[in-house]
């Protein structure tokens, strides 16, 4: 009877064993990420502020992957040698989170006169000049110096589009979009050096 009892412990601990090491391995397999045209949700939400602030997305972050946010992501994708594919995959998210920090390649950088701007001040609009909801990330440029459009990384405000333009943004000066009145006027004027990304 002990010879059948240890076969039976036996068994038993070596079942236990495997289920064990079977539910880690199942605990350890990463969530495959998969969001494209069509997503709705915090996934998608996630994404286009991780793309804004890094500065390639100058939509609403809305929750809804639609054109605008694929056309970041693809942007996204070739500047960093990935697959373009306009799919945020779990490689795509991963170089995603990690965009942060000075960039470590541009192609010019202009010393500027910087001022600061919101929403919430007298006379400014909503919107910017391309149609984008006025908000940090975003700046006013002179399109003769900086073309709309362009990515930038400016120290101290980080990552931004040029997107705006303005009657007294001329030559070397840029605006500064904030989320805030009170950010605007604590930034005030500045010099700055804005480093041009593509």
Same mark, same amino acid.
């Given at each position: 009877?002990?010879?059948?009892?240890?076969?039976?412990?036996?068994?038993?601990?070596?079942? !236990? &064993?495997?289920?064990?090491?079977?539910?880690? =391995?199942? %605990?350890?397999?990463?969530?495959?990420?998969? +969001?494209?045209?069509? !997503?709705?949700? #915090?996934?998608v939400r996630i994404v286009q502020k991780l793309l804004a602030d890094g500065g390639f997305y100058a939509g609403e972050i809305d929750g809804i992957f639609g054109p605008i946010t694929a056309k970041a992501v693809k942007e996204?994708?070739?500047?960093? #040698?990935?697959?373009? *594919?306009? /799919?945020? #995959?779990?490689?795509?998210?991963?170089? /995603?989170?990690?965009?942060?920090?000075?960039?470590?390649?541009?192609?010019?950088?202009?010393?500027?006169?910087?001022? &600061?701007?919101? !929403?919430? #001040?007298?006379?400014?609009?909503?919107?910017? @000049?391309?149609? $984008?909801?006025?908000?940090?990330? =975003?700046? &006013? +440029?002179?399109?003769? +110096? /900086?073309?709309?459009?362009?990515? =930038?990384?400016?120290?101290?405000?980080?990552?931004?589009?040029?997107?705006?333009?303005? @009657? !007294?943004?001329?030559?070397?000066? /840029?605006?500064? %979009?904030? $989320? @805030?009145?009170?950010? %605007?006027?604590?930034?005030? +004027?500045?010099?700055? *050096?804005?480093?041009?990304?593509?």
């Amino acid at each position: 009877m002990n010879k059948t009892l240890l076969r039976t412990l036996f068994v038993f601990v070596v079942l !236990a &064993a495997f289920s064990v090491s079977a539910i880690g =391995l199942a %605990a350890e397999q990463p969530k495959e990420l998969a +969001v494209g045209v069509g !997503a709705r949700g #915090d996934d998608v939400r996630i994404v286009q502020k991780l793309l804004a602030d890094g500065g390639f997305y100058a939509g609403e972050i809305d929750g809804i992957f639609g054109p605008i946010t694929a056309k970041a992501v693809k942007e996204f994708q070739g500047s960093n #040698d990935l697959k373009v *594919t306009g /799919i945020v #995959d779990n490689e795509t998210f991963t170089y /995603i989170e990690r965009h942060s920090g000075e960039p470590s390649r541009y192609n010019r950088s202009l010393i500027m006169r910087a001022s &600061a701007y919101s !929403a919430y #001040d007298p006379g400014n609009g909503k919107y910017t @000049s391309r149609g $984008n909801v006025l908000r940090k990330g =975003l700046v &006013a +440029v002179d399109p003769t +110096v /900086i073309p709309l459009g362009t990515r =930038l990384y400016i120290k101290g405000y980080g990552y931004a589009i040029a997107d705006d333009v303005g @009657s !007294a943004i001329k030559g070397q000066r /840029i605006d500064l %979009a904030f $989320n @805030s009145r009170r950010e %605007a006027l604590n930034f005030g +004027v500045q010099r700055i *050096t804005v480093y041009i990304l593509e």
